[in-house]
């Protein structure tokens, strides 16, 4: 129990910052912007380092089932964090685009930026780096049907009819991405997994002294023993539970950054989408470092199917719940990109069409995802 503790330092750290920020958080409040302002950077480093663990035990769930069922699970823990975020920061929020802004920043840093830095960095290292393009163009056409469906045709809804058009987008996510995980797990999960050579495969077929291959003499499956077995299944439990637990402990640890945050940014001409990359950025933290992780041990499918299903999962998953809660309130989101936005997304899909088409990447397209993250950065300095 006690090394168990230990480990979980982080997110016993986030725990203590929850409990003082609900006994303080009037106090330093009323002590102005900059003590607020203070309060909610400190939230956000904590919020990242709690992030940090349910991401390392969601990997330790992913190694247990192996791809694509691994970067499914990383994912979809970043996405319910991102979720439950946004959903909290909405309550306090009179930002009618923070919805729109936080998706398209989470698209930005997903595709861009791990893929531009984890490209860049893996081809430095490793040359052409290969992986299976069946997963990088099944990706690019959802995604580029789900944010076409929900971020670019609402531009052309009458606002009478908004209602009508934001169901039949629940409706649409849930149908594209129920046939998406029925390919992701069944008939098609090839398309999301590659078989890398080790060199422990090209001495499996040497032959031993006795004549036979060690391949052959292992073809035999052998059972685990039960206390192997019962010691993954205890391991697995801890995990989950230690993501349930985080995942809470970062929704009440958002809510009183949102209020920080909204009392420090009053009034200083911060730019209006700084609070959807700040969501983004949170829920992308753990997603970064496995991807640059895998990208330097040479293993470029774990990078796609991170970046690309991490941006699908955001578009296809917070539109429905977004929507639905929009529904229920009466008050829409505005879901339409701007022209800046729109933009950049379609040059974003259109370099990671022609990038991520031949099986393999290299420093040069990693550069290109990349130079597209920081023009990112800059239009949002910009206020665009």
Request: charged share 10%; glycine share 6%; with cysteine.
């Amino acid at each position: 129990m006690m090394s168990l503790l230990k480990q979980e330092s982080f997110l016993l750290l986030a725990l203590a910052f929850a409990i003082l920020s609900f006994l303080f958080e009037h106090t330093l409040l009323e002590q102005g912007q900059f003590v607020s302002t203070i309060a909610a950077c400190a939230l956000i480093v904590v919020i990242v380092m709690a992030s940090t663990r349910v991401a390392h035990h969601a990997e330790i769930l992913a190694h247990k089932v192996g791809d694509p069922y691994g970067t499914m699970i990383l994912t979809l823990s970043a996405v319910a964090v991102e979720v439950l975020i946004l959903a909290i920061m909405m309550g306090s929020s009179s930002s009618p685009t923070l919805v729109r802004d936080t998706i398209y920043s989470a698209v930005m840093l997903d595709i861009n930026g791990i893929i531009g830095l984890a490209a860049l960095l893996g081809g430095l290292r490793h040359g052409e780096q290969p992986y299976n393009d069946d997963s990088s163009r099944t990706y690019s056409a959802m995604i580029l049907t789900a944010m076409g469906i929900s971020m670019i045709v609402p531009e052309f809804i009458p606002e009478a009819k908004w209602h009508y058009y934001s169901a039949f987008t629940i409706f649409a996510m849930i149908a594209l991405y129920a046939l998406f995980l029925k390919m992701q797990v069944g008939t098609h999960s090839y398309f999301f997994s590659y078989s890398y050579r080790s060199q422990a495969a090209a001495t499996a077929t040497a032959p031993t002294a006795s004549g036979s291959s060690p391949s052959a003499a292992s073809e035999k499956p052998q059972s685990k023993p039960a206390a192997q077995t019962e010691a993954e299944d205890e391991s697995a439990t801890v995990s989950i539970a230690i993501i349930l637990i985080g995942v809470l402990i970062i929704g009440f640890l958002a809510e009183f950054m949102s209020a920080f945050l909204n009392e420090g940014l009053e009034g200083t001409g911060a730019p209006p989408a700084l609070m959807a990359v700040i969501v983004a950025s949170i829920s992308a933290a753990p997603e970064i470092l496995t991807a640059l992780r895998a990208a330097l041990k040479n293993r470029m499918q774990s990078v796609v199917n991170i970046a690309m299903g991490a941006s699908l999962s955001t578009v296809i998953l917070t539109v429905p719940v977004m929507e639905a809660i929009a529904l229920y309130t009466g008050q829409p989101f505005i879901m339409a990109m701007t022209p800046v936005q729109t933009v950049m997304v379609a040059i974003t899909l259109i370099v990671a069409a022609i990038n991520l088409n031949d099986g393999q990447t290299n420093a040069i397209e990693g550069m290109t995802h990349f130079v597209l993250f920081a023009t990112f950065v800059m239009l949002t300095v910009l206020g665009l």
